[in-house]
């Protein structure tokens, strides 16, 4: 049997923080305190070498991470986990992930992950990517956030997704529900996020009482357009233009105006009004360069459930 190996190279933009820390974002279905158990018996190393925790990445570090066998146990192919195929080609997919369905397998969540039903669909997946517990992710949607995906299905193909994504060459379109109503027709939001010791993200300053607990703030910039107004909420386009955890939910939070639906952002009042089981949010586009210099692109409707509550609400002239 071999050990599951990661190897993770440094960028300039993540340099400084706290090897954990680190580790926590590259790998959020590993709790932190196991990951500081790997640093501490030498099977996270850096450069080849052993380093204690809170290491400080540098710009160039190659962090090299070595995973028990054990735990690939939960990535059992599953054909039950929903998910609708969009593109299947020979280097990658694009999948339409629902509502509901978590990315990969986790300690609160071992069974029914779109992991597992795309090694399902594709099981050529299994050891592509730097994490195994995530073979062929290139990026993430959250549980309650419906729409595509791109998987890369061999390696080079993988690496040269992770380029494009840390050099911003994707282009990510997702719909959303905000309360209130926005001032500007487009604008764009540009607020650091965290993430506090609870693993929550945090926008540093609005969490003064834990601040300590926060882990190294990373930029951010979410650019946004007005579609349309309702009766208490306006729907919009967001445009992420850097991807970290909860972005879109957190800057919206952050100006005051909360995803309709979001349990762990908006408030009981703005939970109340509308008849939603999640968040509303939806990946509706995504579009990224080919190795041929092609661009591939592709769009997703929103789903009934989103329908049926923009059906439901009174829209409102945009003066």
């Known amino acids: 049997m071999t050990t599951p190996t990661s190897f993770i190279s440094v960028a300039p933009a993540d340099a400084g923080a706290?090897?954990?820390?680190?580790?926590?974002?590259?790998?959020?279905?590993?709790?932190?305190?196991?990951l500081q158990q790997l640093i501490e018996k030498g099977e996270a190393r850096v450069n080849g070498a052993p380093v204690k925790k809170h290491y400080r990445?540098?710009?160039?570090?190659?962090?090299?991470?070595?995973?028990k066998e054990e735990e690939q146990a939960d990535l059992a192919p599953d054909p039950a986990v929903p998910f609708r195929v969009i593109h299947d080609g020979k280097d990658?997919?694009?999948?339409?992930?629902?509502?509901?369905?978590?990315?990969?397998?986790?300690?609160?969540?071992?069974?029914?992950?779109?992991?597992?039903?795309?090694?399902a669909r594709w099981p050529e997946l299994r050891g592509i990517g730097e994490d195994p517990l995530r073979p062929g992710i290139v990026h993430r949607l959250d549980?309650?956030?419906?729409?595509?995906?791109?998987?890369?299905?061999?390696?080079?193909?993988?690496?040269?997704?992770?380029?494009?994504?840390?050099?911003?060459?994707?282009?990510?379109?997702?719909?959303?529900?905000?309360?209130?109503r926005l001032a500007k027709n487009e604008g764009e939001i540009t607020v650091p996020i965290g993430r506090s010791k609870a693993r929550q993200i945090a926008v540093p300053g609005t969490f003064t009482r834990v601040s300590g607990n926060v882990g190294k703030s990373r930029n951010a910039?979410?650019?946004?357009?007005?579609?349309g107004f309702y009766d208490g909420f306006t729907l919009v386009e967001a445009y992420p233009k850097?991807?970290?955890?909860?972005?879109?939910?957190?800057?919206?939070?952050?100006?005051?105006h909360p995803l309709a639906g979001d349990k762990t952002y908006a408030s009981?009042?703005?939970?109340?009004?509308?008849?939603?089981?999640?968040?509303f949010l939806h990946a509706s586009a995504l579009s990224f360069p080919l190795p041929d210099g092609k661009i591939a692109s592709f769009s997703s409707p929103l789903p009934g459930d989103l329908q049926r509550v923009l059906r439901g609400l009174a829209p409102l002239q945009s003066h």
Do not use: C, N
Not at 18 to 34: G, H, K, Q, T, W
């Open 143 to 180: 549980k309650e956030t419906s729409g595509l995906l791109v998987v890369a299905k061999t390696q080079p193909m993988f690496e040269w997704l992770k380029k494009q994504f840390q050099g911003r060459t994707v282009a990510k379109t997702y719909t959303a529900l905000v309360s209130g």
């Open 57 to 67: 990445t540098k710009a160039g570090d190659v962090v090299e991470v070595h995973f």
């Open 92 to 119: 990658f997919a694009v999948v339409e992930k629902p509502a509901g369905v978590v990315m990969h397998p986790s300690h609160t969540h071992k069974k029914g992950t779109l992991v597992s039903g795309l090694l």
């Open 242 to 256: 850097t991807g970290r955890m909860h972005q879109i939910r957190v800057h919206f939070k952050h100006i005051g």
């Open 18 to 34: 706290r090897l954990d820390i680190f580790l926590v974002f590259r790998f959020p279905a590993r709790s932190r305190s196991f």
């Open 268 to 279: 009981k009042r703005v939970l109340g009004t509308l008849p939603l089981s999640r968040h």
């Open 221 to 227: 910039s979410t650019g946004f357009k007005i579609l």
